[in-house]
């Protein structure tokens, strides 16, 4: 994004200890964008939720990273990316590769208690989000979630009383 500052103001970068003419010298401020792509494709409208969905957690796992020995804002991010994930499960019912990897890494949140939080496994669920992708395949979705557990985290629903079902079944 580009913004126009002030032509008449005289800037430390440009002293070049002669008069500088005003009207020929610009100003500019540039700020950061967002970028989704770096070509120009023009990108669907589900590229572009994947892309936010992508972009918006990655923002919550650096937080984590960031500020790894506040526990209040470890709590406030991760309970955040269970949000997020919990409303993106119906964005992408018609993608299973996708929905299955959202529906592990909110398991893989949700079964997780904010304090027995590790660094690696912050550093694995950042791999894990910055490999959501339009182009994921099952065996990608797969590998990721086997990459959670490896590390402790549990991406599947906790069923409370199973044992006793095997019980009466007369399993155990």
């Known amino acids: 994004m580009l913004e126009m500052i002030d032509p008449w103001k005289r800037s430390g970068w440009i002293d070049t200890g002669r008069p500088v003419s005003y009207s020929s010298a610009t100003y500019i401020k540039i700020e950061t964008e967002k970028h989704y792509e770096?070509?120009?494709?023009?990108?669907?409208?589900?590229?572009?939720?994947?892309?936010?969905?992508?972009?918006?957690?990655?923002e919550k796992v650096a937080k984590i990273k960031d500020n790894f020995g506040d526990l209040r804002c470890r709590q406030e991010a991760l309970s955040n990316?269970?949000?997020?994930?919990?409303?993106?499960?119906?964005?992408?019912?018609?993608?299973p590769p996708l929905f299955d990897l959202i529906i592990g890494l909110f398991y893989a949140t949700k079964n997780l208690y904010f304090e027995n939080l590790s660094r690696k496994q912050i550093d694995v669920l950042e791999a894990a989000v910055n490999r959501i992708d339009r182009r994921l395949t099952e065996s990608d979705a797969y590998e990721i979630v086997?990459?959670?557990?490896s590390v402790?985290?549990?991406?599947?629903?906790?069923?409370?009383?199973?044992?006793?079902?095997?019980?009466?079944?007369?399993?155990?």
């Open 38 to 58: 770096h070509h120009d494709v023009f990108l669907s409208k589900k590229e572009c939720s994947i892309l936010e969905l992508r972009n918006s957690l990655a």
């Open 146 to 149: 086997e990459e959670l557990i």
């Open 152 to 172: 402790g985290f549990m991406p599947l629903p906790r069923f409370s009383g199973l044992a006793e079902i095997y019980e009466r079944q007369g399993e155990i």
């Open 81 to 95: 990316i269970k949000n997020i994930l919990k409303s993106a499960k119906s964005d992408f019912r018609g993608d």
